[in-house]
C-alpha cells in the first residue's frame, strides 16, 4: 500500500456506489473517495452522497464532527430541533453528537460532498436517532 502522506487522485466513477441493506435508515447512497479502509490516506473520510427524489437520510448522529457540501439538488436539512433550506452552494457544520438528517426536497437527486475528521468510515458509528413509518 502506498505512503499515507503520499498524494492520492480518484475519480467519483471509479467508485462503488454504496448503501444500508435497512430500509429504516433511508434511501441515501455514497460513493466513499478516501478512508483508511480503502485507500492510503489519514485524518479524513470524505465522499459524495445521493439522496433521490422523494427519499431522506433519516436522523442521526455518531462522534465524528462532519461537513456537508451541497452540489446538486434541493433539499430540508434537520440540524439539531431545527430545518433549513439547503441548494446546490449550501455548506453546513456538524458537531460531535448533533442529530442531524436530509431530506430531498426537489425534482432531481440531491448530492452532496461530505467529510468526517477521522481515518475511516469504519470508525463512524451511526446512532440512528429516529425512524421513518
Same mark, same amino acid.
Given at each position: 500500500? =502506498?505512503?499515507?502522506?503520499?498524494?492520492?487522485v480518484?475519480?467519483?466513477?471509479?467508485?462503488?456506489? $454504496?448503501?444500508?441493506?435497512?430500509?429504516?435508515?433511508?434511501? /441515501?447512497?455514497?460513493?466513499?473517495?478516501?478512508?483508511?479502509?480503502? @485507500?492510503?490516506?489519514?485524518?479524513? @473520510? @470524505?465522499?459524495?452522497?445521493?439522496?433521490?427524489?422523494?427519499?431522506?437520510l433519516?436522523?442521526?448522529?455518531?462522534? /465524528?464532527?462532519?461537513?456537508?457540501?451541497?452540489?446538486?439538488?434541493?433539499?430540508?436539512?434537520?440540524?439539531?430541533?431545527? $430545518?433549513?433550506?439547503?441548494?446546490?452552494?449550501?455548506?453546513v457544520?456538524?458537531p460531535?453528537? =448533533?442529530p442531524?438528517?436530509?431530506?430531498? /426536497?426537489?425534482? @432531481?437527486?440531491?448530492?452532496?460532498?461530505? /467529510?468526517?475528521?477521522?481515518?475511516?468510515? $469504519?470508525?463512524?458509528?451511526?446512532?440512528?436517532?429516529?425512524?421513518?413509518?
Amino acid at each position: 500500500m =502506498t505512503d499515507p502522506t503520499s498524494p492520492l487522485v480518484r475519480h467519483l466513477d471509479d467508485v462503488p456506489d $454504496e448503501e444500508w441493506s435497512d430500509p429504516s435508515r433511508g434511501g /441515501a447512497s455514497w460513493r466513499t473517495l478516501f478512508s483508511a479502509d480503502v @485507500t492510503p490516506t489519514s485524518a479524513l @473520510t @470524505t465522499g459524495v452522497s445521493s439522496v433521490p427524489t422523494g427519499q431522506a437520510l433519516v436522523r442521526h448522529r455518531h462522534v /465524528a464532527v462532519e461537513t456537508y457540501f451541497f452540489i446538486e439538488g434541493h433539499g430540508v436539512l434537520t440540524l439539531g430541533h431545527d $430545518e433549513y433550506p439547503v441548494r446546490a452552494g449550501s455548506a453546513v457544520h456538524i458537531p460531535s453528537l =448533533t442529530p442531524h438528517g436530509v431530506r430531498n /426536497a426537489g425534482p @432531481t437527486t440531491l448530492r452532496f460532498f461530505y /467529510a468526517f475528521a477521522t481515518d475511516s468510515f $469504519e470508525d463512524v458509528a451511526y446512532d440512528f436517532v429516529e425512524h421513518p413509518g
